[in-house]
């Protein structure tokens, strides 16, 4: 049967009408979109938790001074690319479609402009994902993580002279190799200009790495997570959890001149004393925090936030360590607590007071070692990663310390992340160590259940249950199964709304809603929404550069095909080969029989690997050839282009 013969299904007992397929839900509609149990569910999290702490409040809005001029920001091309102004519906009482803790930690995310934390710094907060630290150097601004995109970065420095006086930048720090605290280099200081750029060791691989060699994937699973393709608003996107969203702007990258790459190591930038401690292997693969002992000040970088972490983020990343992350915060507790009146964050508003922020470093060190110990307790009591993320519980202090809820990561989704991290996706049982895949597990399941119409009658009784996973589970087989029959795209996505109505993580919404929104519309490119920052991808080493071009690699064009290629990149030399299906590079090698050598920049072999240039362009702007074209062109068409708007909610 066509998926055109399917009527839609009929609401039971507490569900309401599907949405109108080919229509984002907004307003009154999309509010009948949500079922009855839904609201009720919200409003008795309302209830349980202290969702009106005075303290928050005054501590989010405590010191501002400036704001964004109204407008918002703009990309070159006149796209407005952040505006706070769209979260004004955060004003209002918490309706039925958001959990009220998300609610309540969207609106004190929702305070924006220029803070003074103490005499001397200073913070843009709401300008970006991540904020913007401002210090007050000898002789100008000592800028730390300066934001996503260009234009958010230059927005805040032009606020920053503007409200406080012109200086010029005189140093640049960079606590961690993320792209929302590294972007935004270009709009506040200039490659080789001279000011000093200090970041974590390990920071230029891992910056690149990540980003180059699982960027694509990573990319479009970010669109989930960040609730890139949604408009904010009571069925829409909220709040990140650690921000509102990323901006959609321009992302630059500037080579770091510095390396911090000792815990304890002290320096004197511009007149202020810092202290360090590295960090790396937490919520960053390198990473530092630093103490400003003159203004007893600490800055925790993203280590510590307003929030539960993710020790594996939706978008993908490796496993973080969830034990060394309480040591780090336990050692800087010994480090830093007893010197620091304030601490503050790369993310969410600070802690005042010293007892305030050591009683906050405990019960962040806690919540990361409690995660560990509970799931590895668990697990070595035989339960799988699906089983202990339903059986953990929250700590008894938990309910009554918003700061360390959920609001970003999850309980449940990081007890699967520690299970990852030391046993791997495979839970043991072997009817899941070969399963099938999406498409022909779907197509199973249906016809074991009786065919669609009986499978859209079996979610129909979940969801009036109140079985969202359960009604989500049947949904998406049927979805892999027949990709085309509406009336399973239209309730699979009336159960995502609900489920996304309920997470008290603002990304876990984020992503449920994303879902919904695409199995309606379909995959809906977005400007500014991510992808490879070409001026870090320049940043490469040629072993890595190789590496990322092998991760492109088709096997069915590589049937049989022998070739071996010298490469010389900037003096450095490497031989490449293709053999059994597989590309490798051999950095200082040179074969004496090439098919064909290459000589030029990084750049330059970017662009002809990626198709923005031809071979004859290429060679116009400075690269040799050597040897046998043909078996050139024939290395290039081996390797696929990436498209990172791939689906993800249907085959």
């Not at 790459?261 to 202290?275: K, L, M, N, Q, S």
Request: hydrophobic fraction near 45%.
């Amino acid at each position: 049967m066509s998926g055109s013969e399917h009527p839609s299904p009929k609401a039971g007992p507490g569900a309401r009408p599907n949405p109108q397929a080919g229509a984002e839900p907004s307003g009154p509609e999309a509010v009948a979109d949500l079922t009855e149990a839904t609201a009720a569910a919200n409003a008795c999290a309302g209830r349980s938790l202290p969702l009106h702490d005075p303290q928050d409040d005054a501590d989010a809005a405590r010191g501002r001074i400036a704001q964004f001029s109204p407008g918002g920001v703009r990309a070159p091309d006149g796209r407005v690319i952040w505006d706070m102004a769209q979260y004004g519906f955060l004003d209002a009482p918490c309706p039925a479609s958001v959990h009220p803790a998300l609610w309540r930690h969207a609106q004190l995310n929702a305070h924006h402009g220029l803070f003074e934390v103490a005499p001397g710094i200073w913070q843009a907060r709401g300008c970006d994902y991540a904020n913007l630290t401002v210090i007050e150097g000898a002789t100008g601004w000592i800028l730390v993580d300066p934001l996503m995109t260009v234009e958010t970065s230059a927005a805040v420095l032009a606020m920053v002279n503007d409200t406080l006086g012109a200086r010029p930048v005189s140093a640049v720090l960079v606590t961690h190799c993320h792209a929302d605290h590294f972007a935004g280099l270009a709009g506040v200081v200039g490659e080789g200009d001279g000011v000093p750029i200090i970041v974590p060791e390990g920071f230029l691989r891992h910056a690149a790495s990540e980003a180059i060699f699982a960027g694509t994937a990573m990319a479009r699973r970010a669109i989930y997570q960040f609730g890139l393709g949604l408009t904010p608003g009571p069925m829409g996107t909220v709040d990140g959890g650690i921000g509102k969203a990323p901006a959609k702007g321009t992302r630059s990258f500037v080579r770091p001149t510095e390396e911090i790459t000792a815990t304890g190591e002290e320096r004197v930038i511009d007149g202020v004393r810092f202290r360090f401690q590295i960090a790396s292997g937490t919520e960053a693969p390198a990473e530092f925090t630093f103490l400003l002992p003159d203004h007893r000040v600490l800055c925790m970088a993203e280590i510590c936030t307003r929030t539960l972490h993710n020790l594996v983020p939706p978008r993908g990343a490796q496993v973080r360590d969830p034990l060394l992350w309480a040591r780090v915060i336990d050692e800087a507790i010994g480090l830093f607590a007893a010197e620091a009146d304030i601490l503050i964050n790369c993310h969410n508003w600070p802690v005042f007071g010293q007892a305030a922020l050591t009683e906050y470093l405990y019960e962040q060190r806690d919540i990361y070692k409690y995660l560990h110990d509970q799931t590895l307790r668990l697990a070595n009591l035989g339960h799988t990663p699906d089983e202990i993320a339903n059986l953990i519980a929250e700590p008894d202090w938990l309910a009554g310390r918003l700061h360390a809820r959920g609001f970003y990561g999850s309980l449940k989704f990081n007890a699967r992340a520690v299970y990852q991290r030391y046993f791997g996706f495979y839970d043991g049982n072997p009817a899941h160590l070969d399963p099938l895949p999406p498409v022909e597990l779907g197509q199973h399941m249906v016809a074991a259940l009786g065919g669609p119409d009986a499978v859209l009658e079996h979610a129909q009784a979940a969801l009036a249950a109140d079985q969202l996973q359960w009604a989500a589970s049947l949904l998406n087989h049927l979805v892999f199964a027949q990709p085309d029959l509406e009336a399973a795209r239209g309730l699979l996505a009336q159960v995502y709304r609900n489920m996304g109505a309920r997470a008290e993580s603002g990304i876990q919404r984020n992503i449920y809603l994303m879902g919904a929104k695409e199995l309606v519309e379909g995959v809906q490119p977005q400007p500014g929404a991510g992808g490879p920052i070409p001026a870090l991808a320049a940043t490469l080493s040629l072993r890595d550069w190789l590496d990322a071009l092998a991760v492109r690699l088709n096997p069915e064009r590589a049937r049989g095909v022998t070739l071996t290629l010298n490469l010389e990149v900037a003096g450095e030399r490497a031989e490449l080969s293709i053999a059994r299906q597989t590309e490798f590079g051999r950095i200082g090698s040179w074969s004496d029989a090439p098919d064909a050598t290459l000589r030029g920049s990084l750049n330059l072999l970017g662009v002809l690997t990626n198709g923005a240039a031809s071979l004859e362009e290429a060679e116009a702007r400075g690269l040799v050839v050597e040897g046998d074209r043909k078996a050139l062109m024939r290395w290039l068409a081996l390797h696929d282009r990436f498209d990172m708007w791939f689906n993800l909610v249907t085959p």
